[in-house]
């Protein structure tokens, strides 16, 4: 047991059904939404809330805490934005949980949100080859044909395969068993049924990953508070408590990667489940991030769900599903639930709560009192782990 | 050469510097030695400022690929592939490459640099790779 077990709890949560076309709202506004919502689903009341972390909207970036906290009508004693990728909304959860352990604040608002902008996301990979001091990213790998992050996967993916024989079809059945998760969730953006063979005969988009392991663009967000445990049990649900917490950060570039195949999962995941207390085995529902179908196979080896290199059998083997043995991203994981943005991320933390609670609708599991929740940013580069449970 | 030049950056040109003049450098601490990639005025070791260069053999292994189908810059035509190559007097250093189509390409399989001219009113090139064995296959002829 770690100083945060059970310091404060996920108690509000608050979430946009992820849309193709960008809605007509500003990344702002849409947070407003949000952080009312997740107020009132954690029975809070709007002055209640005494802390903020964010991440920067719409390309706002110097002191946009204090910038939503005066939009929202907040007066926080403790703001933050955080800056983890897709690992920024699981570690805003134990971020939260210190600074209210450390009593500095008692119920933290969590928020982020993200509306597509195709012109933005073009831009994103035309960079120039040069991103300044220490930036190498532009002159080492877009001069010779801009990666994307697509690409750094497909390295991941065909070195996995290299080195221990996975095959696309194992690959495969995570994108087809959480297909078959988000047909029983109708907030998911991609709920048509989805086969073995429709993934592996799809496109190739970066070889070896074909077009339905791949996250597509999309606007969406999400809210949820972290409360101190009385105010956590003041709301009439269940609060999903933070049990264990751990981050590791290896590099940025692609290149600068200790072990492609071996992601910092290792680190954050061993740090959350010794914080926690339990193990792997006791994990009820895993919700982890999932870019690229690579990433929830390589998690699940790194978290210690089963040995190193053993993923693809191991995917195979078990119904990943929401009536399987080991429910993996029963809302469908960000591969057909959804990615809008820096919010995908928080997906899998509202799963969790939704699953924990016992709210999760045709796809709730029979007895879920542990979940394993994991946030992936950049090129494998930064992890947050979480154990939450009832 | 077409599509993205890289920046005339004094931390990093020495790369496209020294690929003009037909060689492969890493950067390094002048100080401790310490291997800098990617390149940086700082070591983090030693705390120096002090860095420079050092010329390795231009020999290296394929440590991953992957063919590109769909374009996301339009000075690149897809397909094409693109290769991290792990330097083999510098197991560790990376380096990026490109490779036009769809070549045939094995992990580990030995690579050789070749040097590819910026043009244009620059003087550097780019460090590109082909297969060391074999140059039957290789893709640039």
């Given at each position: 047991m770690g100083e945060l077990t059970r310091a404060a709890a996920v108690t509000g949560i608050a979430e946009l059904t992820p849309t193709k076309s960008p809605p007509p709202d500003r990344e702002i506004e849409i947070m407003a939404v949000l952080a009312r919502d997740a107020i009132a689903d954690a029975g809070l009341r709007h002055d209640d809330i005494d802390g903020l972390l964010v991440v920067p909207a719409g390309g706002m970036r110097m002191l946009f805490p204090s910038l939503l906290a005066e939009y929202l009508g907040l007066r926080p004693t403790y703001a933050d934005q955080v800056d983890l990728g897709g690992a920024t909304a699981a570690g805003m959860v134990w971020r939260a949980a210190a600074a209210i352990a450390a009593g500095q604040c008692r119920a933290v608002l969590c928020v982020m949100a993200s509306v597509l902008d195709p012109a933005r996301f073009a831009r994103a990979f035309r960079s120039e080859g040069g991103g300044g001091p220490s930036l190498g990213f532009g002159e080492f790998e877009s001069t010779y044909g801009p990666m994307g992050v697509n690409s750094s996967y497909a390295m991941a993916a065909r070195r996995h395969m290299h080195t221990y024989g996975t095959t696309s079809e194992q690959l495969a059945k995570i994108a087809v068993d959480q297909r078959t998760n988000a047909m029983a969730n109708?907030?998911?953006m991609y709920r048509e049924p989805l086969t073995i063979e429709e993934v592996v005969n799809a496109r190739l988009v970066v070889d070896p990953l074909h077009l339905y392991e791949i996250v597509r663009p999309c606007s969406g967000g999400a809210a949820w508070v972290v409360a101190a445990p009385d105010l956590a049990l003041a709301n009439g649900r269940p609060p999903a408590w933070l049990l264990g917490a751990g981050e590791k950060i290896t590099h940025s570039n692609l290149v600068a990667s200790p072990d492609v195949t071996r992601t910092p999962v290792v680190e954050s995941a061993a740090r959350a489940f010794a914080m926690a207390g339990v193990t792997p085995a006791d994990i009820d529902l895993v919700s982890v991030y999932d870019c690229y179908t690579i990433m929830v196979l390589l998690t699940l080896e790194d978290a210690g769900f089963c040995p190193k290199g053993a993923g693809g059998p191991f995917v195979a083997d078990h119904d990943l599903t929401y009536a399987g043995d080991l429910p993996v991203n029963?809302?469908?994981g960000q591969l057909s639930f959804g990615q809008p943005g820096i919010a995908g991320g928080a997906s899998h933390i509202t799963e969790a709560v939704r699953q924990l609670r016992g709210e999760a609708g045709e796809r709730q599991l029979a007895d879920c009192e542990l979940a394993f929740v994991n946030g992936n940013g950049g090129t494998m580069s930064e992890e947050a782990s979480l154990v939450l449970g009832r | 050469m077409s599509g993205i030049r890289p920046a005339r950056d004094p931390d990093t040109w020495g790369v496209f510097a020294a690929a003009a003049d037909g060689r492969v450098v890493v950067g390094e601490c002048s100080s401790c030695r310490a291997v800098l990639h990617l390149p940086r005025?700082?070591?983090?070791?030693?705390?120096?400022?002090?860095v420079g260069w050092r010329t390795v053999a231009g020999r290296g292994r394929l440590w991953s690929w992957t063919t590109v189908h769909q374009s996301i810059h339009p000075a690149f035509e897809a397909p094409y592939t693109v290769v991290v190559v792990e330097l083999d007097d510098e197991p560790g250093v990376r380096l990026v490459g490109r490779v036009p189509g769809e070549p045939d390409l094995e992990i580990g399989m030995a690579l050789v640099a070749r040097f590819e001219p910026l043009g244009g009113d620059g003087d550097g090139a780019l460090v590109q790779w082909d297969p060391a064995e074999d140059r039957r296959n290789a893709w640039v002829s």
């Open positions: 109708p907030m998911a029963t809302h469908g | 005025p700082y070591c983090h070791r030693c705390g120096s400022f002090e």
